[in-house]
């Protein structure tokens, strides 16, 4: 019997890998990328040792030609298509009085609108199947707030307010949308970026009740859930993945 189909952005490394590699076990795969690197080839060599048949998509999400790549394999998958999980995303840190507004436009257009357009995509087949999954990925921060990532934290709050949008709009036609809240998660990247990263995981850990840093695998177990059969009752929601940093 063929797999069902799942459409995972920015899956070249971090939690959109993570998370790729834990829908291998019960789906095909439609994978993008940003670049055509070595992180993507060993994301790609993982997901099919575990089954999936898969398809890479490289290019930046705001770029129409890779849009219409992604619309093409949308159309192609579209009787078998299942869920998207739109994970792709940037976060500079600017400080607001340096934020220029073309700036923050991009950041909208990254952290927004490109999740919106992923949404459009599979819209159409889902309806026509009468069932699927569209998850999303935000961060705690559109809850707590920090310096440097206004255009960031505006982006990601809006993208909460469109999963609750959808939710309401897609439940007629059995398709669940909901968003799961990345806390402080840790990836490779950070060891290059974060500067004194021993005093940064100290200071972290003492907002947190659970004392251990979040690993992109926490955020991966959520999506698998919302992904699943037993969370067809659950949508419009934002579930929180932050070892108990913020709780409201």
Same mark, same amino acid.
């Given at each position: ?40 080839? !060993? ?8 089954? *999936? ?10 770029? /129409? ?7 093409? $394999?949308?159309? &192609? ?19 607001? @009085? ?7 436009? $991009?950041?909208?257009?990254? !952290? #927004? ?5 992923? *949404? ?5 087949? #889902? ?16 809850? #707590?707030?920090?310096?440097? #990532?206004?255009?960031?934290?505006? *982006? ?25 809240? *990345?806390g402080s998660i840790e990836?490779?990247? $950070? &060891? ?15 907002r947190q009740c659970v004392?251990?840093?979040? &690993? /992109? ?22 579930? @929180? ?8």
């Open positions: 019997m063929a797999r069902p189909v799942a459409i995972v952005t920015g899956a070249g490394s971090g939690i959109g890998a993570a998370i790729a590699v834990r829908l291998a076990d019960r789906y095909d795969l439609i994978l993008t990328h940003l670049h055509d690197d070595p992180d993507l080839h !060993n994301v790609l060599a993982t997901v099919e040792q575990r089954g *999936a048949a898969t398809v890479a998509i490289t290019g930046d999400l705001t770029d /129409p030609m890779t849009m219409d790549t992604l619309a093409h $394999e949308v159309e &192609h998958a579209a009787e078998r298509l299942k869920v998207l999980v739109s994970n792709a995303g940037a976060y500079p840190r600017i400080p607001w @009085t340096s934020l220029d507004l073309d700036t923050f436009r $991009e950041q909208i257009e990254v !952290n #927004l609108v490109t999740h919106a357009a992923c *949404a459009q995509l599979v819209t159409p087949s #889902l309806t026509t199947r009468g069932h699927g999954r569209i998850i999303t990925v935000s961060s705690v921060l559109t809850q #707590l707030g920090r310096v440097d #990532l206004a255009a960031y934290i505006a *982006a990601k709050s809006g993208l909460e307010g469109l999963v609750r949008a959808l939710a309401r709009e897609l439940g007629p036609h059995g398709i669940t949308v909901n968003c799961v809240r *990345a990836v490779p990247a $950070e &060891h290059a970026v974060v500067p004194d990263h021993d005093a940064m995981i100290t200071r972290q850990l003492d004392k251990r840093r979040g &690993h /992109p695998d926490d955020i991966a177990a959520a999506v698998d859930f919302l992904a699943s059969r037993d969370a067809g009752f659950i949508t419009g929601q934002c579930l @929180t993945i932050d070892g108990g940093w913020c709780m409201t």
